[in-house]
């Protein structure tokens, strides 16, 4: 059976707190987009910290059984996206989530609360 999107998306957001992610946030896009039905987003201090998270947040979701459809930025572990098909994972480098800010661009999204 395929996970569902908020399982995965709070098997994701475990995975960035598991390694020390900063400023996790999770927003719920299900009423206002087509792209997913998740973001989230959050940011290391260093290449090394974003490449950690992200490579956790893949080895979780391939242990959920979820179908990593692809992962962009790993070189650079600047800006880091794993597209996990409802779920979207924005990992930032501190200074990059700080100059782009998209959570600026989903106002319109509710914040997913979790504990």
């Known amino acids: 059976m395929a996970v569902q999107s908020k399982q995965l998306m709070e098997i994701a957001v475990g995975a960035a707190e598991d390694k020390k ?5 999770a927003l719920d896009l299900k009423d ?10 959050c940011s290391g201090n260093s290449d090394t910290q974003v490449q950690a998270i992200a490579t956790e947040v893949r080895k979780q ?3 959920a059984g979820a179908r990593v459809r692809g992962i962009e930025g790993m070189d650079s ?5 794993i597209d ?9 480098h501190r200074e990059e989530r700080e100059y782009y800010n998209i959570e600026r661009l989903w106002t319109d ?3 997913v609360e979790f504990a």
């Open 32 to 41: 206002i987009s087509l792209v997913a039905d998740y973001f989230i987003i």
């Open 61 to 63: 979701a391939d242990i």
């Open 109 to 111: 999204a509710k914040v």
């Open 84 to 92: 996990l098909g409802d779920v979207v994972v924005h990992v930032f």
């Open 77 to 81: 572990a600047r800006w880091v996206l």
């Open 21 to 25: 992610a900063m400023d996790v946030i």
